[in-house]
């Protein structure tokens, strides 16, 4: 069955150039809201259920020039977090901010770094809580690269500090030690991972789970040991329903080059131990189809885990998508490292912030003016609470663009009776917005094209924000203005 769909954009406006950063904040009282930056513009932009522009309220509070600005969506009101540098210092500061995009409260002073000099590095980043009555602020010092230096800052939602450590140590010994992305549990607890490589382009030798306790002041380490396989990229996801920290990845055979299935492994929170370690080789058939210009023995090679989402009752699928570059019609000779999506090493994650452009895909992710970027099919597979596979399939998909990923790869949105992944698609030469569908049988299935396109308007899928069970606002650009579209499943 196909799904009914309802497009609508907002009016382009010149004012609001391509270069413009943004974030989509979320609905509020029928409306959309969305914060923009421009050189030292900061507002936010209120738009009707029919995407017409009613309100822009400049932020004045906010200093000429942001390093980051960055939000914690609640039902009825948001806490806006930013960062900037006067005098050698960078200052994180955060507002509530009320659902008519006006600020309820002056800003406050959250901490100060010296840096003693001018810079827009990012210093700090801000976690929530699945439940958002958790949110950590911190920051890593890592002048000595054999030894990072914590300051973590765990407040609740009214932002009443709750916990701070400031001189939190970790070793990292090798160069070619790297950290996980992080993330916070519903109780305040600050989850990560660290893996040791025995060089820059090898597999993991070794990994750890760590953990900062709200209420400690050390981290905690639990070693992940996987016989006869070698973990690629591993990703985290928590589990709050179940208090269970899940690790993903794909393994190689031993010292064998190709990716030969997907690992999976469970950390109990109550129990204090790993309840699950398992590795699941992916067959002939699910080779076949998802290798596209591939061997069959490399199928998977260009596969990297973008989304894991997890059910209430610990079961949990795995979105993962064949992304590669190529330099003058041939295969550049990048490692997976490189090609990671958002195609930087994790380590520069760590050192400089987030590798995206906090909202901004304008200048994200360019590269020599020769690259040309790929994205093509997805791999879906899903796992039982028990880490059994149940399901695999894949949406088959091409995309590529020169010199930049920005328009490429997709967004998933689960609907309810289903899991939605928008992209672009070429068609007759001309890029239209398109979906398929992955039911509750597991098929998928493919739609016709989303109605209401017209052709100067380009779609940014992959830094869509879905706002309701339904709804979802889409960034895209009208020639060289931002604006933004409402996509909403009937």
């Not at 914590?150 to 140590?169: I, V």
């Not at 992080?182 to 990994?207: E, Y």
């Not at 569908?437 to 493919?446: F, Q």
Request: net charge positive; aromatic share 12%; glycine share 6%.
């Amino acid at each position: 069955m196909a799904n009914a769909q309802k497009l609508v954009y907002s009016e382009p406006d010149k004012t609001e150039m391509r270069q413009t950063g943004f974030e989509i904040i979320g609905k509020y009282n029928n409306n959309y809201l969305v914060y923009k930056n421009f050189r030292s513009s900061n507002v936010i932009s209120v738009y009707s259920p029919e995407m017409k522009l009613l309100n822009t309220y400049p932020l004045k509070f906010m200093p000429d020039r942001v390093i980051e600005a960055t939000f914690v969506a609640y039902s009825d009101y948001a806490l806006l977090f930013y960062q900037y540098q006067q005098k050698g210092v960078v200052r994180l500061m955060a507002v509530k901010m009320g659902p008519e995009g006006k600020n309820l409260t002056e800003p406050i002073e959250i901490d100060t770094t010296i840096t003693g000099g001018n810079s827009d590095t990012k210093i700090y980043s801000v976690l929530a809580s699945e439940n958002k009555n958790q949110i950590l602020a911190f920051r890593i010092n890592t002048r000595n690269e054999k030894r990072f230096v914590f300051k973590t800052m765990l407040f609740d939602k009214e932002l009443t500090l709750k916990n701070s450590s400031s001189k939190l140590g970790l070793d990292m010994g090798e160069r070619t030690t790297f950290l996980t992305d992080f993330d916070l549990d519903n109780d305040g607890n600050m989850v990560f991972g660290k893996g040791i490589r025995a060089n820059q382009t090898a597999n993991i030798s070794k990994f750890h789970l760590i953990v900062k306790h709200a209420q400690s002041d050390t981290f905690t380490f639990r070693e992940l040991a996987f016989d006869k396989v070698t973990l690629d990229e591993v990703k985290l996801k928590l589990d709050n329903y179940n208090n269970r920290y899940l690790f993903t990845s794909f393994y190689y055979q031993n010292r064998k080059t190709n990716i030969e299935g997907i690992a999976n492994a469970i950390f109990d929170k109550n129990s204090d131990k790993w309840v699950l370690t398992n590795t699941i080789p992916l067959d002939e058939q699910l080779r076949e189809d998802a290798r596209g210009e591939n061997s069959a023995k490399n199928a998977f090679d260009d596969y990297y885990i973008h989304d894991i989402t997890i059910r209430s009752d610990g079961a949990f699928l795995v979105n993962a998508e064949s992304n590669y570059q190529s330099n003058r019609g041939n295969t550049s000779g990048f490692n997976r490292w490189d090609m990671m999506n958002p195609y930087m090493s994790p380590m520069d994650y760590y050192r400089y912030g987030s590798p995206y452009n906090y909202g901004s895909p304008f200048g994200y992710g360019s590269g020599p003016s020769n690259t040309r970027y790929h994205a093509d099919n997805i791999m879906v597979l899903a796992f039982d609470k028990n880490g059994k596979m149940i399901l695999s399939n894949i949406v088959i998909k091409t995309q590529f663009d020169d010199n930049t990923e920005n328009a490429i790869s997709y967004q998933m949105v689960n609907t309810g009776n289903g899991l939605q992944y928008i992209y672009n698609d070429n068609e007759t030469r001309n890029v239209v917005l398109a979906y398929q569908t992955l039911n509750t049988e597991g098929r998928i299935i493919r739609n016709p094209t989303i109605k209401g396109i017209t052709r100067d308007y380009k779609f940014l899928p992959r830094f869509a924000k879905q706002v309701d069970r339904r709804t979802v606002i889409i960034p895209c650009t009208f020639r060289n203005s931002l604006c933004f579209a409402k996509l909403e499943f009937q």
